[in-house]
């Protein structure tokens, strides 16, 4: 039911953007629940990088942390 986006604000809000509107043709009502997640100090990569965290961790290499 949800979908992640990364990027930059500007970017992020384009793609929200541009889905509402995509929604929107087929249908007279879009309903958009929006949560971000803001980080200062964290650079794009976050998703992947939280990917290859849990690979490490389900194969016994460790990596994983608390709150990533």
């Known amino acids: 039911m949800f979908t992640n986006v990364e990027g930059s604000w500007d970017e992020v809000m384009d793609v929200v953007k541009r889905a509402v509107e995509a929604a929107g043709e ?12 803001i980080r200062p100090g964290y650079d794009s990569g976050q998703l ?18 608390t709150g990533s």
Not at 48 to 65: M, P
């Open 48 to 65: 992947d990088g939280k990917v290859d965290r849990v690979e490490r961790a389900l194969s016994g290499e460790g990596g994983a942390t």
């Open 26 to 37: 087929g249908s007279p009502r879009v309903s958009l629940v929006l949560k971000a997640d």
